[in-house]
């Protein structure tokens, strides 16, 4: 009797499957729908679902209890944070580091570097709330590197996350904005582009972290694993994520 019982919860876990919810940050939208994909194509029966959204967000949901069971941040301190307030049952382990760019959707404006920002053709720059999101933390320390901030400061629009700020650019608002190179179209033609030297901001490590609500979920714990797989790392690198190999 024990023995058909067991069968039982194995036909109807294996018929219905397992389901986690994940925050993610914004950066992610393109590369992770490939990664989630790659991964359910061995998983049929699974369900992944994924919010997008500033990390900033993503940790006030987590850090109110919002039922998340694995944070995919696009810098390692809102998963540290996390960590530290004891909502997660880790560390967070960085899975990539993020690339910054300048952009604009304009085929009448072609970006050649960060100093054009002061070309009076440019009424309007995006950039993500540096509060909120990673890159546009990046986006500041370049411009205060540069000591561009000063002169630019009223052109720029705050976004509420790097995928607000790319709305921004693509819907012409703004003539030019920063984001990351990984959710840059680059067969656009009317694209153009540069990647912010490197040496202007700290580096945009971004990892990951189970939460306490995901701890014991066996899917999250899967998932994650995937995350940092080779399989994975090949992915984040076609869309020009930075990972050791």
């Known amino acids: 009797m024990r023995k058909l019982f067991f069968l039982c ?6 018929s219905f499957g397992r389901e986690i919810n994940v925050a993610a940050a914004a950066n992610l939208a393109h590369t992770l729908q490939e990664i989630q994909k790659e991964f359910l194509n061995t998983h049929p029966q699974d369900k992944i679902n994924i919010s997008y959204s500033s990390s900033g967000k993503a940790y006030a949901q987590i850090s109110q209890g919002a039922p998340i069971d694995l ?5 390692r301190e809102f998963p540290h944070k996390l960590y530290e307030e004891g909502k997660t049952p880790q560390e967070e382990r960085i ?8 952009w ?9 570097s960060l100093e054009m920002l002061a070309d009076k053709n440019i009424v309007h720059i995006a950039i993500p709330n540096p509060k909120l999101a990673p890159y ?7 411009l205060e590197k540069t000591r561009l901030e000063g002169k630019i400061k009223s052109k720029l629009i705050n976004a509420v996350s790097i995928s607000q700020a790319h709305q921004f650019v693509a819907s012409g608002n703004a003539q030019a904005g920063f984001g990351a190179l990984s959710l840059i179209d680059k067969k656009d033609k009317n694209i153009s582009y540069i990647i912010v030297d490197k040496s202007l901001y700290s580096p945009i490590d971004q990892a990951l972290v189970l939460t306490n609500y995901g701890k014991d979920n066996e899917l999250a714990k899967e998932f994650e694993a995937f995350i940092l797989s080779p399989n994975a790392k090949a992915i984040f690198k076609k869309f020009g994520y930075i990972v050791n190999e």
């Open 71 to 75: 944070f995919v941040s696009a810098d």
């Open 9 to 14: 919860v194995l036909f109807v876990v294996a």
């Open 104 to 112: 604009s959707a304009n085929p009448k404006i072609k970006i050649t």
């Open 95 to 102: 899975y990539a580091q993020g690339v910054l760019v300048l």
């Open 136 to 142: 546009g933390r990046a986006a500041k320390e370049s």
